[in-house]
């Protein structure tokens, strides 16, 4: 796990440095080191930190692919299904890791989702997307009260 996420850190290390293991290699390795070992602590894996990653259940997995990519100190992340396959524990867990992230991170997040609840409690935005067209956009509780979206996602008749 720790190895997965050390990967994903940029250094400022240079090729020279790399090959003949200077000082400023050494350092970078350290700082990239205890970058990932914050990440992984970050999304809750500092005790599976020196387990295989592909050991780990599917759920960890995905926190796993969350610590690399905060790893490459990105503006913005594009997450899609973040939440499939988790279960309703794994799904708050991974809801508050996502608002921490926003918050402390200060990144945007892209996110495609299928669970309405888990977009509802995350998101200022969201665009609704049906069969490939947009039928609705706006804050939350906007999108929530669209005929459209209702029929669509929630198993309501539209009476337009």
């Not at 050494?26 to 050991?55: F, I, M, Y």
């Not at 039928?135 to 929630?154: D, F, H, K």
Request: hydrophobic share 45%; charged share 25%; proline share 2%.
């Amino acid at each position: 796990v720790i190895e997965n996420v050390r990967m994903a850190v940029r250094t400022t290390a240079g090729a020279g440095d790399v090959m003949f293991r200077t000082r400023k290699f050494a350092a970078t390795e350290q700082e990239a080191l205890l970058r990932a070992r914050n990440l992984v602590e970050l999304v809750g894996l500092a005790e599976r930190a020196d387990d295989k990653a592909g050991s780990l259940p599917y759920g960890q997995q995905r926190l796993v692919e969350i610590a690399r990519a905060l790893a490459g100190n990105r503006k913005l992340l594009l997450m899609d299904e973040p939440g499939a396959g988790m279960n309703g524990e794994e799904l708050k867990l991974l809801q508050s890791l996502i608002t921490r992230i926003r918050r402390d991170f200060h990144v945007s997040i892209l996110l495609v989702e299928h669970n309405v609840d888990f977009v509802l409690h995350l998101s200022d935005r969201i665009v609704v997307l049906d069969h490939g067209i947009v039928i609705a956009s706006g804050t939350p509780s906007e999108v929530i009260r669209n005929p459209q979206v209702i029929e669509a996602y929630l198993g309501g008749k539209c009476h337009d």
